[in-house]
C-alpha cells in the first residue's frame, strides 16, 4: 500500500526534522518545565504527569514557525508558544473528562488516576496559567487566538458528545465538529505566532488558512489511524473511537457504501464491538477503497495547507512549515 | 440571639442598597444576557441555566465600587465587572463538578442535568469568554487579578477536597482554604476594578485589602450558615458541607472544646451524619458560645476592611463599599 510504502521516507524525514533539537522548542520545554514547578502540591503533581507524557509540541511549533516567518525570534514568540502548549495540555485533561478516558499517550490519564474533581481542577489550573503568560508580555492577539480556540474546542467536543451513535452524521458536520475540535487550535496557534511578530492582517489569515487545513488533515489522518493504526504507535487504546460511538470519516463513506452500509449501521445502533465485527469493519474500510478515499482528502488538505503557504516570501521557517504539512500526509502516530 | 434580633435591620439596610436597582449592575447584567445570547445549543442552554439561578452579583458590585472610588464610569470597568461575573459563574459550574452537588441556588446544578463531561465544557466556555471579553479591551491587568482568582479557587478545592474529614485541620488551615477559594477572587475583583481606572500601586493594594477581608468574612458567614441557617435562604441543602466532610471555622472551635471536641471527631471520622446528630453537633456550637466567636472574628474581618477604606477620599462609592462590608455580617443567605 502507498501509505505503507511511505513509511521508510518518513522516518528519513523525521531524522531531517528532529523536533527534540530544535532550539526554540527545547526553551518552550524548559519554560513549560519552569510553569510546572512554579506550582505545588497536586496540582505539581497533575501537572507533571501531563507534561512527562510529552507530545509532539506541534502547537508551540506552529506557533514559532509562523511568527519565524515574520521576524526574528523574541520572547513574546516564545511565550506564545508556551501558552499554546499549556492550553493544550488544559483541554486534554478536560477531554479525558468528558470522553471517559483511561489512557493517555499509553499512560494513565489524569482523571483516571486523580479522578475527574481534581482533573477538573488541573485543567483549569492550566487554562489561567496560559492566560497569566500571555497577560504578563501584554499579547492580547495571541490571547484573543486563544480564546477562540478554547471556545471551539468547548463547541467541537460538546457536538461530538451529543452526535455519538448517530449514523445520520453528514460529512459537513463531520468537518465542523474536527475543525472546532482540532484544527482551529491549529490555526490559532499560526496566528497568533504571526500577530506576535505583528503581521500584517492578511498575513495573519494566510497562516491561519495553513494551519486550519494542517489541522483538518492532521485529525482526518487521527481517525483513521484509530480504526487501522497501531496502539503501541498512537498511544491510545485502537479503535476506542468506534467503541465509543465517534462517528469519523471512514465509518461515514462505510455507511454509505452499498455492499457495507446497512450491516455497519446495524453493528453501531446495536452497539455490537466486539474484536471480531470490529476487524471486519477495519477490513472493509480497506478493501472498499474507503482508506485511500480519506488519504485523499488528507491530500488536499495539505495541499490546500501548502498552496497558503507559497504566497509567503521564501524563508527558512516557511520551508519547514511546508515539510511538516507532508509530514501529516505519512503520520503513523 | 444578637444576629436574630439583627435582621430586620438587614432587611432595612438591603432596601437602601437595593442592588436590582444599580444602573452599572442593570448594565452588568444586559451584558451577561447579551453574552448567553451569543453561544448556541448546548452551551447556551448550560449558560442560560446558570444566569438564570441568579445570585448577589457580588463581584461585579466589587468590581464597579473599587473603579468608581478612583474615577468615573467607563466601558472598561464594566467590561471588567461582566468578565468577574463570567468567571464566578464558571468556577461555580466546575466547582458543583468537584464537589458533585446536585442543587445550586435552589435549583439543579448543571452537572446534575448535563452530566460532568457537559459540565466542564460549559465552564471552560465561560472562563474562554471572559477573558476574550478582557482581552478585546486590551484590559491586562484587570486579566492577570483574575489569573491569580482562578489559580488560587484551584488550589483552594484541592485543599478542601484533601482535607475532608480531617479533625486535625487547624484554624491557619482553614484560613488558608477560604482565601483561596472565596476570598482572593474578591480581593481580585476589587483590585481589578481599581486598575481598570488607572489607580495606583498603593491604592490598589488598599482596596485589595479590603476585598481580601470581606471575602474572609462573607466565606466565614456562609460556613456557619451552612450550619445553622435556612436552606430555603441559602438555596444549598442545610449542613451539606459537614455531611461532606468539610471541616469548617465552627467545627473547629467546636473540635478544640473539652466537652464536646471528643465525640465530635468520632462522629466526623465514624461518617455518623444522621439528622439527630447533626442537630446535636449544631445545638452545641450554639450553647457553647462558639457561633459568637465566629462571629466575632466575621466582624473583626469587616473592621479591617472597612479600615483599609478610610485611607481612601470620602465618596459615595467608597461609602457603598463600607456599608456593603457591614451587610456581610448580618445576611442570612
Redesign the interface.
Known sequence: MEIIKEQSEVRQYNGKLDFKNIPELKQVEADLIKVVSDSC???RNMCTHILEAGGKRIRPLLVIYSGLVYGENSPELLQTAVASELIHMA?LI?DD????SALRRNRPSINSLWG???A??????L???A??IL??R?L?SG??Y???A??S???G??IQ??DRFNCECTLEKYYEKIACKTAILLKCCCQAGAAAQNAAAEEIDLIGEYGLNLGLAFQITDDILDLCGSSELTGKPKREDLRQGIISMPIIYLLGNKANGQWVKSVIEQRQFDDDTISKICSAITKTGIMEKCYDRVRAHIDKAQKSLDKLPDSYPKDILYRLADMVYVRMN
Not at 473528562?97 to 471517559?100: F, H, K, P, S, T
Request: one cysteine or more; aromatic letters at 10%; proline letters at 0%.
Open positions: 502540591g497536586t496540582i483541554s478536560h473528562i468528558v470522553d471517559n475527574n474533581n481534581f477538573v481542577l488541573g485543567g483549569d489550573y487554562f489561567a496559567k492566560f497569566g497577560a504578563s501584554r492580547t490571547m484573543e486563544m480564546v477562540e478554547i471556545q474546542m468547548c463547541v467536543e460538546i458528545a451529543e
